[in-house]
């Protein structure tokens, strides 16, 4: 669980680091809207990092760890597009999760 919950956090900061200057920051200069995606995205890998370490140490494989990820990722990526973007979502949105799902419930069965 702990794994879980650090991938979510971590994936939050992500998010942001690489999506917040679509609303609102498109004025701002490249170099600037890198340095400061980069403050963020530190703090994305203080706690990927560990995620990674603590799921690895606990039988996870990194096939897993990285499908979990991506997951993940869509969900919160999905409820980012919707709430900060003020994009709708799509059947074919829900179709690319699907997959993913699909993809990481093949990693995992027959996981001991």
Same mark, same amino acid.
């Given at each position: 669980?702990? @794994? =879980?919950?650090?991938?979510?956090?971590?994936?939050?900061? !992500? @998010?942001?680091? /690489? #999506?917040?200057?679509?609303?609102?920051? !498109?004025?701002?200069?490249?170099?600037?809207?890198?340095?400061?995606? /980069?403050?963020?995205?530190?703090?994305? #890998?203080?706690? $990927?990092?560990?995620?990674?370490? =603590?799921?690895? $140490?606990?039988? /996870?494989?990194?096939?897993?760890?990285?499908?979990?990820?991506?997951?993940?990722?869509?969900?919160?990526?999905?409820?980012? !597009?919707? @709430?900060?973007?003020?994009?709708?979502?799509? /059947?074919?949105?829900?179709? $690319?999760?699907?997959?993913?799902?699909?993809?990481?419930?093949?990693?995992?069965?027959?996981?001991?």
């Amino acid at each position: 669980m702990p @794994t =879980i919950l650090l991938l979510i956090v971590s994936n939050l900061f !992500m @998010t942001v680091a /690489w #999506y917040w200057h679509l609303k609102g920051g !498109m004025d701002k200069p490249i170099l600037l809207v890198i340095m400061i995606s /980069w403050g963020i995205a530190f703090f994305e #890998y203080c706690l $990927a990092v560990p995620a990674n370490r =603590i799921g690895f $140490a606990n039988g /996870w494989s990194a096939g897993q760890l990285k499908v979990a990820q991506e997951a993940i990722a869509l969900v919160i990526f999905g409820g980012f !597009m919707v @709430t900060v973007l003020g994009e709708p979502l799509h /059947w074919r949105h829900f179709a $690319a999760f699907a997959c993913i799902m699909g993809a990481v419930a093949f990693l995992f069965v027959g996981r001991n």
